[in-house]
Each structure stands twice: as structure tokens, then as C-alpha cells.
């Protein structure tokens, strides 16, 4: 068995046993999202899964990646992002409140692996940092907005990071990368439970959001001998970037606040035309495993034949949103 896929189990299993004292640890100082507004559930539910997901990453990493690797650099962004979402679990923080510690957040990273995030786009060392930091940024905010429905997160976290994994040059970030899905999936049975139901929450969605950004940049890094390599993320992270594009073109046209949450999401709108959330769940998590699975299509592609599939992606993207524009979501109350 490769290292790679020793670090996959040990988070797993260390997901899957960190579940049930989060839960407990949730309850217990009334960490709870509880029902109301546009929320689905009809219970108060422990909030912190994301505690686990953060463990089994972190204990793979520690446990069983090498000493030398420079991924433990990442880690104080990392806890820091985590700190953030506990944070914001335990009591909501004002929109500048968050943003603030995203940068802050997000600029670690950056600063931390500054030969290995900042793919050269402009050629300027502090054009591209600043650039790095940004789509690190908008990163953790598209998978903190698309955390729905039961599961979604999760699955659409493992879907990016498994291929991400694929497609990964070093086998420190491959270990990173499929310790991470494995992190998900061993949440998964926790967060699908009906009895023992436990929610990512903030300081899942957040840690996932920084830990999937800081992997498609540094996948990117591996191929700066590719024309356009700054294409990879987005490719990478195609879904959550097209669904919070939707979600903030269609929010400024309906002259809505950006940052006030709404059921007018990809999965929202995918049940408004008829699928149920399980179906709408699974679909999309299919649909950022394919689009995620386009990277390796670009990066051996030449010529005309990339040309091509980036200038249907673009297209195909644009339908997306055009389509769901059309979505009479802000019909439904939210």
C-alpha cells in the first residue's frame, strides 16, 4: 500500500471516529443550526462536523506524510480558516468580520507556499499573489454558500479532491488531496444519518473551501509548462465557481444582498424543476467529479483540440447560468 493511500485510510477512519465526539461536543455547548427561514431541517443539529473532516486530514498529513514535506506550512491557514468557522458556527460574524479573516487566511496560505501557490499569470510576483489569494478567498466562500443539502458538501469536496489527487505531480500533495475526500466520505454516514445527524457547519465548509483552493493552485503549479495552467482551477472547481456565479449575478439583478443566504442555489434550483435533494445532491456531486475530470482532458490536449474544449466549457458554463437565471426562485420564499 502507498503512503498515499495509507494517509487516505488513517483519515477515513479518523473522520469517521471524530464524528460521534463533535456531535457530542456540538450538543453539549449548544453549538446547533437550528430549523427556521431557509433551512430544510426540522431540527436543532449539532454543528462542528467540520472538526472531524479537519482532524483526518491534519492526523494524515502528520502521521504519515514526510517530515520535510512543505505542506506542513499550510497548516496555520488552515487552523486559522478552521478557527474562523468554529467561530462563526458558535455566532454568526458579520459579513466584514468574515471576509477579513478569509483574507487574512488565504494570504497565509499564499505566503506560505509562495513557489507553489502563485502560478505566474501577470509575470508580477505581487499581481499573482494577490491573485492567489483571491481565488482562495472566493473559493472558501463558494463551497461555505453551496453547503445545502445532506451531503452535498461532502461529496462535492471528495469529488474535486479525488481528482485533484489524480492529477497531482507530488505525492505529498496526493496525499493531501485523497486524505481529504477520504475526510468526506468518512463524514458522509454522520451528516446522511436520520437519528445522529451532524452538519459540517461553518468550520467544515470553510477548512474544505481553503484546502480545495490551495490544491487546484498548487496542481497548477505542477503544470506551468501547459499554456494558460491558471485554466486548471477553474476547471478543477468548475461547479462551486459556476454555482456562485449564479447565485451573485442573479442576487444584484433581483437587487438582493449577495451575502444574506437563500434558497437559490444549483441544488435549489435543480428541485424547483422537479428533481428531489438526494437526486439534486447526486447530480451535482457527479457533475464537479466530470467537470474536475476535464483538467486531464486540458493539460494533454494541444493546439485546436484545447482551444476547443475550453471554448465549449466557457459555453457550456454560460448555458448553466444563462438557464438558471431563468429559475423563478425568488418566487418561493425563502
Not at 497548516?75 to 474562523?84: D, E, F, S, V
Not at 505566474?120 to 453551496?146: C, E, P, S, Y
Request: charged fraction near 15%; charge should be positive.
Amino acid at each position: 500500500m502507498t503512503f498515499e493511500a495509507t494517509g487516505a485510510a488513517v483519515a477515513f477512519v479518523a473522520s469517521l471516529m471524530l464524528a460521534p465526539g463533535c456531535r457530542w461536543l456540538a450538543r453539549r455547548e449548544k453549538i446547533l443550526d437550528r430549523p427556521g427561514g431557509r433551512k430544510h431541517h426540522a431540527a436543532p443539529t449539532p454543528l462542528l462536523g467540520g472538526l472531524a473532516v479537519a482532524g483526518g486530514v491534519v492526523l494524515a498529513l502528520v502521521l504519515v506524510g514526510p517530515e520535510t514535506t512543505p505542506l506542513l506550512r499550510l497548516l496555520p491557514a488552515l487552523a486559522l480558516a478552521l478557527i474562523l468557522g468554529v467561530t462563526d458556527d458558535i455566532r454568526e460574524m458579520t459579513a466584514h468580520g468574515k471576509a477579513a479573516g478569509q483574507a487574512v487566511a488565504s494570504a497565509l496560505a499564499v505566503a506560505a507556499l509562495p513557489e507553489l501557490l502563485a502560478p505566474h499569470i501577470t509575470g508580477l510576483r505581487a499581481a499573482d499573489f494577490l491573485l492567489a489569494a483571491a481565488f482562495l478567498v472566493g473559493m472558501m466562500n463558494a463551497v461555505n454558500f453551496a453547503d445545502t443539502f445532506d451531503g452535498l458538501c461532502a461529496l462535492t469536496s471528495a469529488a474535486i479532491l479525488g481528482v485533484s489527487g489524480t492529477l497531482a505531480t507530488s505525492p505529498d500533495v496526493r496525499l493531501v488531496a485523497f486524505a481529504g475526500a477520504a475526510a468526506c466520505i468518512g463524514f458522509l454516514p454522520w451528516n446522511l444519518s436520520a437519528r445522529r445527524k451532524l452538519f459540517l457547519g461553518d468550520t467544515g465548509s470553510l477548512f474544505l473551501g481553503l484546502l480545495i483552493g490551495a490544491v487546484a493552485l498548487i496542481v497548477a503549479g505542477d503544470y506551468e509548462s501547459v499554456a494558460r495552467p491558471e485554466m486548471i482551477p477553474l476547471f478543477l472547481c468548475g461547479v462551486p465557481i459556476v454555482d456562485a456565479t449564479t447565485v451573485a449575478l442573479h442576487r444584484v439583478l433581483a437587487r438582493r444582498p449577495i451575502v444574506v443566504g437563500g434558497r437559490d442555489h444549483l441544488s435549489h434550483r435543480l428541485v424547483l424543476a422537479g428533481l428531489t435533494p438526494k437526486v439534486a445532491v447526486l447530480a451535482l456531486a457527479a457533475c464537479s467529479g466530470a467537470t474536475a475530470a476535464l483538467t486531464h482532458a486540458y493539460v494533454s490536449l494541444q493546439g485546436p483540440a484545447r482551444t476547443t474544449l475550453v471554448a465549449a466549457s466557457w459555453i457550456a458554463a454560460s448555458a448553466v447560468i444563462a438557464v438558471s437565471l431563468r429559475s423563478r426562485v425568488y418566487a418561493q420564499r425563502d
